[in-house]
Nanobody, 126 residues
């Protein structure tokens, strides 16, 4: 089992950058593929990015491709989401999630992920 805690959210102007962090508990972090999701007010939670256990492979939603970068540091039990060129439409609560089963990069479906953090708010002003 793994516990996840997100941090790094806040208020930023459009065009700015933020880096979200997700700290994972436990000694088996490298056995989990990881993902980031977000949920905007009044909308369903949506997939943003995912990364393999080793960090060698990643996938992104079209809406953030080229602007966001997912990475991980297995020595620190951390996964990151670097967000650049932020837009007001990126405003949402951002969640990290862990997938203990997939060998490669997890997909975009919530049911693939067994563990979730509590989320961190990101607000982008215009």
């Amino acid at each position: 089992q793994v516990q996840l805690v997100e941090s790094g959210g806040g208020l930023v102007q459009a065009g700015g950058s933020l880096r979200l962090s997700c700290a994972a508990s436990g000694r088996t972090f490298s056995r989990y593929a990881m993902g980031w999701f977000r949920q905007a007010p009044g909308k369903e939670r949506e997939f943003i990015a995912a990364i393999s256990r080793s960090g060698a492979s990643a996938r992104y939603a079209d809406s953030v491709k080229g602007r966001f970068t997912i990475s991980r540091d297995n020595t620190k039990n951390m996964v990151y989401l670097q967000m650049d060129t932020l837009k007001p439409t990126d405003t949402a609560v951002y969640y990290c999630a862990a997938d203990p089963d997939v060998v490669g990069v997890p997909g975009p479906m919530e049911y693939e992920y067994d563990y979730w953090g509590q989320g961190t708010q990101v607000t982008v002003s215009s």
